[in-house]
């Protein structure tokens, strides 16, 4: 049975609810006055607030989780129609959508939905955007994949006409979507467990920005490669920055300060806007703000709130996240787990002070790791000293038969100072008996890698 829209639901059962985006969803449904319920496999402190906030959860999953009363079950990309509560649902004729569908049916609901898509810089951007509604007093509804301070979370439930959340192209999920703004930051090759090569992802990208209104916006990054594969057929206002002089919004006077903060000109159209200062560092940050400056201009904000909004935004956790010293180390974490995002983030170091760069990448998912091998290779030789930890698997068995030795052999193609450990351990006792006071321990990948960074904290060198 189709629902027509979150109007015609009263209680909802997630499945999977400990996850960061699920659990977000679970607030703003709770908080829209939904009654809630959710199961998942063992508790955080994630399960922790959807109690205190008034949601019933059961640890592990169980047919008679989905309660008699349940009229709406959501679940994620890693459930299973054998899933003892999938069957139940399915059996009693329950509506059953996957996350994406959710959000598409919450994005119906505000006059101004935006949606802020990319092959990296999604997270970035989307808070980059939030600070600046924020700043504007917009009181924005706002769902972003990772912890934004300012917010004290990944979720905030507003009471206005914004709804500002991130759009991922993984199957497709973001055709799920209903954006009033769309914005793409980048289309490069990912995901290469799902899609099948670049024609099928730039694909995807058209028909994503196909779904925006005739009244509303496309935001798009004029120095995409074969950018006119995405703007056929469309009817909408098209917006774009970049670095090409032709795009829309472009920076100009890029200058650095001594702890590699980044200070620029806007220039709109041949016009000078404003100057900007970020509180985040990297050339890739001045693209991300000039998207997220694109945005809010179409949303007629005024430069003063965009400026002091941009400046406000520190960063998200695991996105050159500085973490603290110990014996004058510096500890960052990232979650780059894509060549061009690790080149984004070491290139932005080079700009921090230091002396020696230590590494530690944790490859995510075996299929990213085989199709970028040489990629990653190539992108890591840049730190001084690279330790190669286990790939983290997800959702996968390796069958491609890769393995960690397989990006330190190629390492070796560039620098000699790489080498895999396996146990987390065994990572921070090699790395803190050879870095010095004045280096930098980078931790990078989107699995648990930032656990290393944590035990290097707490240890004594």
């Not at 054998?82 to 509506?95: F, W």
Request: proline letters at 2%; a negative charge; hydrophobic letters at 40%.
């Amino acid at each position: 049975m189709q629902i027509r829209s979150l109007k015609d639901i009263k209680k909802v059962h997630f499945i999977g609810i400990g996850g960061i985006s699920m659990s977000g969803l679970a607030h703003v449904l709770l908080n829209q006055g939904y009654a809630v319920t959710g199961s998942d496999m063992k508790g955080s402190h994630i399960i922790d607030e959807l109690v205190k906030a008034g949601v019933k959860v059961y640890i592990d999953h169980m047919e008679g989780n989905v309660d008699s009363d349940v009229d709406l079950v959501v679940f994620t990309a890693a459930v299973k129609e054998t899933n003892p509560e999938m069957i139940n649902a399915r059996a009693r004729n329950i509506n059953v959508i996957d996350r994406a569908e959710l959000l598409g049916y919450l994005m119906k609901e505000y006059k101004y939905s935006l949606a802020i898509s990319g092959t990296h810089g999604k997270t970035t951007t989307t808070s980059m955007i939030s600070h600046i509604l924020l700043e504007a007093q917009c009181d924005p509804t706002i769902s972003v994949g990772g912890i934004l301070k300012s917010i004290n979370g990944n979720i905030r439930v507003g009471n206005s006409d914004y709804f500002v959340t991130e759009a991922c192209e993984y199957c497709d999920s973001f055709l799920k979507f209903f954006p009033y703004i769309a914005v793409i930051l980048n289309v490069e090759k990912d995901h290469v467990d799902y899609f099948k090569n670049m024609d099928s992802i730039y694909e995807s990208f058209r028909k994503f920005a196909n779904l925006v209104p005739k009244e509303g916006a496309l935001v798009i990054n004029k120095d995409i490669p074969s950018i006119d594969k995405l703007l056929s057929g469309l009817n909408t206002n098209i917006i774009t920055y970049g670095d090409k002089i032709t795009a829309d919004y472009t920076a100009v006077g890029i200058t650095y300060d001594e702890i590699g903060l980044p200070n620029f000109d806007v220039i709109y159209k041949n016009e000078l806007v404003g100057n900007i200062n970020l509180s985040v560092r990297g050339d890739h940050n001045v693209s991300n703000a000039l998207a997220a400056i694109a945005t809010a201009r179409f949303l007629d904000i005024e430069f003063k709130y965009i400026k002091t909004g941009l400046q406000s935004f520190i960063g998200t956790d695991r996105r050159f996240e500085l973490k603290g010293k110990v014996d004058g180390i510096t500890i960052i974490d990232d979650y780059a787990h894509h060549p061009t995002e690790i080149t984004a983030t070491l290139e932005a170091i080079k700009k921090f002070p230091h002396n020696k760069l230590w590494c530690i990448f944790q490859s995510h998912t075996y299929t990213r790791t085989k199709e970028f091998l040489d990629e990653f290779a190539l992108s890591l030789s840049r730190a001084d000293n690279v330790v190669i930890a286990d790939i983290y698997a997800a959702r996968e068995q390796n069958t491609v038969g890769v393995y960690p030795d397989d990006i330190v052999s190629r390492i070796h193609k560039y620098n000699e100072n790489a080498i895999h450990i396996s146990d987390f351990d065994d990572i921070k006792d090699y790395v803190l008996s050879r870095a010095r006071a004045g280096d930098v321990i980078l931790t990078m990948g989107a699995g648990n890698i930032d656990e290393v960074g944590d035990m290097i904290l707490n240890s004594e060198k």
